[in-house]
């Protein structure tokens, strides 16, 4: 299917290049790599391409004369087969620019080809803050979240409201260790203290045996620096063995609108963490989510599906200005110089380091009886202001920030 | 095994012959090939034609289904992509060192593996792997779920550089190649007589004197070794060392492979890793549903044909590949 | 309250009676592949995607038939138990003459298939089942907190795996079953449908593997790949084990899982290899597994 669009792309890309030549082919390709049918298939998969191209629909592209496409791709979340993809994307079927990425893993391998070949990669879904860090350049915008706003913003909250004690519960590799390395010192930071952590093997199952470890600490809040299947297996198994009813509250640090619903509101319904963005925030949002459900399968947008939706608005309004998508570089240094602005996340910024810069926010799980339809599962706490929500951009060693 | 590998008696020479023609075919192919088809896909293809052929040295050789070989390859291609990036080892001193660590582990594997038949080696080595996989998601070296990225391709001979795909393709068309026919020297070798012997009755190779551990130690430890090469290529071809590489499923892969090219033929590892890499990269549109294809692929072969593609060729014609 | 090596006793407790709940699943899974290998000499890869397919079973009878755990109790390994039978006609049957990696090939091909088309249609994140009403809840042992839910799976396994035990070891059936696994002309001749029988342990095997499924809905996710890196751990207590007896499989599924609960307390990074080391020290020791009679 892929060759095939990528066929089409070629024979359109002839029949209109002449009206068009500032652009590589005439047309601007975008492309929607994700994890279209695996562990992350509901966050970001297909629902990913839908939002790329709502988009594109409402940019007016097509009444200025430009021609947009989008394709999409499975990267099964193995880094071989993404960036398998990618380099097949940029070299045969010229696509401009790589949009969303879940999973760190193939994110980082995608960020070094398309610096090598000089198009631009919009992040949404991966979560990892290398990106704007040590591995940060030119090419790549990390656009919805990082590791490191997530730790920052559930960190702080939880401890500015009497949760000074923690215990962790870190999946053992270096994923996980990051996330706790984070989480622990923002939380040393504003005054709490760690208790004690123990690391779990990866992939796991069973993690009664952690959880009664977290138990016997007495820590107020235990931290769940893991993620996925891992995540959902912990608290439905601290539900079970009753550590939320003897007082203990649970922390995630990488919970998403999928993992709520997969754990139904019953189990998951108190728990406390940070998202970019959520549907039933405003107006605006409720009724992009409405068009957007009815084009995927009924499930509503996830935060990564917003940042793909603004992401992919921003750099339209960049390509039209430049009248060029041909050089990465330049593109990303006109995104970075324009001022975001868009229906979804609002206004915002680009930072050097390729940070998208907007508010994060803290919401609960509510509980089934708050709960008035089958997506309508969060309450906000908190809003954590954008200059406050991410990583300072000395802190990243990113080498792209002169000093 | 014994039941698809033993093919109609065929005399010597015309074995030899129809053996030179389908390699001198193959070598053309892979000339002409990079002009039609995309090098990287080529490259990868080759890479796992490389593993596959390892791995049929010692199910199709020997009788033993590894059902581990994740491990050799996978790991490999870390101490590959680690000592390129880190260390500054130059591509073909990568690849040794990857090569190496997979003989280490395939000796402690193999010693321990040999000491059940059948299925139960099947299992240990499973079970094996599965062990080495936890390690590599825990060990910091690997980086755990990120892999190993961005690494260098370096020059060869710390002269030639391999950035560009045409110089990396015919590294991996030597390599691939000489590979090739160090396998096939071994299986003609009266070393792998004695393995054939062993495949078809151990009982009787032993009665005949021969202590046949040590010759499945020493397969094991070939196998083992090549499927490193193979792995270590793989991480410089693709700049990238991931747990993908260790995963069981890569060891179902490699075995299917095979099955799909032919158990115990020379040249079908080579046309089951392409048919195989073909499909996925192809199909990868359909994501998970590849999975479905590949074991739909594993259920049809055992049922239907057991002699996989090139198997079939060489019964029909009555030949030897 | 007194301390081990450094860990409350309390605690140490409450692990030991953790590594038994997962135990039982160790044992009844390794029961399974016991029985079905004993009987058609086959490894059977496809029990890991059998047992997820009981989990899903239960999904599927509480949704859209409304019946809840304790019919599935009853439904899902009859119904996934089935499924093995039709499997044993149409593919396994065919292969008892081959060499036996065939058989392990063809279930692996099996299990890729199944999880294959589960991840398709369910997605990978799993569904939620909840704890039955009956056992919502739990018992303050003093030094745990136990759910009334892991007290049952511990009891209802070991009942399961005594009952199974009892069938094949002390019944006529099971006279008959061991005698045609040694030599099954000769039983033929008494005038036992032999072929039908190897068909019926393989449902029985599979339905063992559903019944865990079952068994685990409750507790982990229901999910695709639930089955797939639990069944390569089974293989392992399988080869520590040795096949040779269906009590030895009983009994190493429990030990493994308490051996591996203490793991997560003293070393809790070496937990997921902790049975694989074991498998290769009792290699070395006693190639043929602790209670085995050689290959």
Known sequence: MKRLLGFAAIAAAIGCA??????????IKIGVMNDMSGLYADLTGPGSVVAAQM??????AAAKGLKVEVVGADHQNKPDIGSNVVRQWIDRDKVDVIVDVPTSSVALAVTEIVKEKNKVFLVSGAAASDLTGAKCSPNTIHWTYDTWALANGTGNAIVKTGGDTWFFLTADYAFGHALERDTAAVVEKNGGKVLGKVRHPFPGTDFSSFLLQAQTSKAKIIGLANA???????????????????????????????????LGLPIAQGLIFTEAWYWDMNDTNRAFAKKFAERNKGIYPSMIHAGVYSAVTHYLKAVSDLKSDGDGKAVVAKMKAMPTDDKLMGKGTVRADGRKIHPMYLFEVKKPQESKGPWDLYKLRATIPADQAFRPIGEGKCPLVGG | MQRVASLQAVSYSERSRSGTVAFLVMVALLLVAPTVIYPLFLMKVLCFALF????????????????GHALYFGWASYVSAYTAKAWGFTPELAILSGAATAAAFGLVAGALAIRRQGIYFAMITLALAQMMYFFAVQAPFTGGEDGIQAVPRGHLFGLISLADPMAMYTVVVVVFLACFLVIYRI?????????????????????????????????????????GVAGGMKAIVFQLASLTDVYWAMSGEVVLMTLVGGLGTVFGPVVGAFVIIAMQNYLAAFGQWVMVIQGSIFVACVMLFRRGVIGEIANLFGIKL | MFEIFGIPSQALFGQLLIGLINGSFYALLSLGLAVIFGMLNIINFTHGAQYMLGAFCAYFVLTYAGLNYWFALVIAPIVVGATGVVIERVFLQWLYKLDHLYGLLLTFGLALVIEGV??????????????????????????MFLPNYRAWVVAFSLVVCLATWYLIERTRLGAYLRAATENPTLVRAFGINVPRMITLTYGFGVGLAALAGVMAAPIYNVSPQMGADLIIIVFAVVVIGGMGSIMGAIVTGFGLGVIEGLTKVFFPEASNTVIFVIMAIVLLIRPAGLFGRGT
Do not use: M, W
Request: net charge neutral; with cysteine; glycine share 12%.
């Open chain 1, 18 to 27: 002449p009206a068009h030549a500032q652009f590589t082919d005439g047309i």
């Open chain 1, 55 to 60: 988009a594109v629909e409402d940019s007016g």
């Open chain 1, 228 to 262: 996925g299947g891992d995540t959902i297996n912990s608290i439905k198994q601290a539900a079970e063995f009753g550590i939320t009813k003897g007082g203990q509250n649970l922390a995630g640090l990488l919970v998403f609108i999928s993992d709520v619903k997969a």
């Open chain 2, 52 to 67: 596959a052929c390892a791995f049929n040295l010692l199910i199709g050789y020997v009788g033993l289904l590894s059902f």
């Open chain 2, 187 to 227: 299986i003609h070798s009266p070393f792998g007589e004695v393995l054939k012997a062993i495949r078809e009755n151990e009982a009787r190779a032993i009665s005949l004197g021969y202590k046949t551990d040590r010759y499945k130690l020493v397969a094991f430890v070939l196998s083992a070794t090549l499927a």
């Open chain 3, 118 to 143: 589960f991840r398709n249609y369910f997605g990978s994140s799993g569904l939620p089942y909840r704890v039955p009403d009956a056992l919502q809840g739990g018992q303050n042992l003093g030094f």
